[in-house]
């Protein structure tokens, strides 16, 4: 049972360039969300989704685009990378009070 | 948006000793959440606290959710070394359960 899965686990990008973060889970968990994590500070929410076919902003969310197709997969878009992006990036399930996360990506943006 | 403002950023402290910090938040918040994150890891879930007062523990941590429901602490007893790691405190609020918001973390480092 792999919970959630995310890849790549290091990406570094050039400004400008864009790229898909993969998070995949097999919980069959309706909620999913994505958060970024700068150093030193905590997780601010990007996207979420309550199911498939439904996505919300979450804190802060420009910059960024997101998908649910599917209720395993929960992919987010960067379309034209910027240096404030560097980040590690979360993926997680929520049932109950309880998240779940990913390992992360972190991502390099030069 | 919610802020959480989490207390203290660091601390550190002698293996043994006990260890407080508290979360407040500008909102009035419906559950509070306390995670541990290691090294190179995603978040664990430690405690969760569902309404205002409650006070719950988990071998050595105690929560409490406070009672003005904008504030929680989380004490650890008789800290060892694997208690290092950074701690968070979260929490979705009454206007939307589904968006959950994480405090800055405190980061513990426990000398042996």
């Known amino acids: 049972n792999a919970g959630v899965t995310q890849t790549p686990k290091f990406r570094i990008l050039k400004i400008g360039q864009s790229m898909t973060l993969q998070c995949a889970q097999d919980?069959?968990?309706?909620?999913m969300y994505w958060y970024r994590q700068d150093p030193g500070m905590g997780l601010k929410l990007i996207y979420y989704s309550v199911g498939a076919g439904i996505t919300d902003k979450g804190e802060v969310p420009n910059g960024y685009n997101v998908s649910r197709s599917t209720t395993e997969d929960f992919p987010l878009r960067l379309e034209l990378a910027a240096p404030s992006q560097t980040s590690v990036y979360f993926c997680?399930?929520?049932?109950?009070?309880?998240?779940?996360f990913g390992q992360g990506t972190r991502l390099t943006v030069v | 948006g919610q802020q959480l403002n989490q207390s203290p950023q660091s601390m550190f402290i002698q293996e043994g000793e006990d260890v407080s910090m508290n979360c407040t938040s500008s909102s009035i918040f419906n559950t509070w959440l306390w995670y541990k994150q290691d090294p190179g890891e995603g978040p664990v879930l430690l405690i969760a606290?569902?309404?205002?007062?409650e006070l719950t523990s988990n071998g050595r941590l105690t929560a409490q959710f406070g009672i003005t429901r904008k504030d929680s602490f989380l004490n650890i007893s008789a800290s060892i070394p694997s208690d290092v790691g950074i701690y968070f405190c979260?929490?979705?609020?009454?206007?939307?359960?589904?968006?959950?918001?994480f405090g800055a973390g405190t980061r513990l480092t426990v000398k042996p």
């Open positions: 997680a399930t929520i049932k109950g009070a309880e998240a779940f």
């Open positions: 919980m069959n968990h309706n909620y």
């Open positions: 979260a929490g979705s609020t009454e206007y939307n359960n589904n968006d959950m918001r």
């Open positions: 606290l569902y309404k205002a007062g």
